[in-house]
């Protein structure tokens, strides 16, 4: 891939356009490595380094670029000198797994936090990332900086609609300010947990549609509401206590 067109896959767009998606600095690339060695796709991978990582050691085809080429093409202000040009079929999801549950986020608009929801089911283990329409894009170079790596090692599928959960789920459960608390017994008992975007939720006729339960995590009352990813670190959490 030229470089012009490397710097392009900053953008959604152009990312979609040429199927490849940017990862950069040290962690991530080892994270990339790891998760090579169980999913081969990702060997198609191309690296570029600086000078002063000329000498790291990877699967991948390696180019040594210039600090200035490393600039143009890197998204972030002050680069580390090594970048990777992923391919993202290398990413399509797999059967699910027996016993793994289904995270559903409608709508989710951080990039921060859809990044820091995946290393959670990253570290958890046992959970598929379903993302709505319309949700940022888990390629986008804040999401894969945030995650630090996950983004490899959680499944994930994009543009799962809101009404095709029931057919795949019998029991779904959501998140909601009047339910019942996640402590309890039956929280632990579903197939699909549904999170609605940061400020909007989840239409109430929509969730009445899909049937899902409600939980809700206990609060003294004094703010309004948890911040997104924090509402699933503590419910994925919960269904590992």
């Known amino acids: 891939m030229k470089l012009d067109d490397i ?12 199927g490849h998606f940017l990862v950069e600095g040290e962690h991530l690339l080892q994270e990339l490595q790891k998760a090579a060695v169980h999913n081969p796709a990702l060997l198609g ?10 000498h790291w050691q990877s699967p991948f085809k390696t180019q040594v670029i210039s600090d200035r080429q490393m600039a143009q093409i890197a998204d972030t202000q002050t680069p580390q000198g090594i970048l990777a040009v992923v391919p993202m079929a ?21 990039p921060g936090n859809l990044g820091t929801i995946l290393r959670t089911l990253a570290w958890f283990g046992g959970f598929r990332c379903l993302l709505s329409p319309g949700s940022v894009d888990p390629y986008n170079p804040k999401v894969v900086r945030s995650s630090m790596g996950a983004i490899f090692h959680t499944p994930m599928e994009l543009d799962v609609e809101l009404d095709a959960l029931r057919p795949r789920f019998a029991r779904i459960a959501c998140l909601d300010m009047q339910g019942e608390p996640v402590q309890s017994a039956r929280f632990n008992a579903f197939d699909c947990y549904l999170f609605g975007n940061e400020a909007r939720g989840v239409p109430r006729e929509q969730l ?6 409600p939980f809700t995590i206990p609060g003294c009352g004094a703010i309004e509401s948890l911040n997104l990813a924090t509402t699933v670190n503590m419910c994925t959490y919960e269904l590992n206590r």
């Open 90 to 110: 290398a990413l399509a999801p797999v059967a699910a797994a027996p016993g793994e549950r289904a995270i559903y986020l409608h709508e989710i608009q951080d």
């Open 7 to 18: 710097k392009k896959l900053q953008q959604k767009k152009y990312r979609a356009e040429f």
């Open 45 to 54: 991978s191309q690296l570029y380094v600086t000078a002063a990582h000329e």
């Open 208 to 213: 009445n549609a899909l049937g899902a339960q």
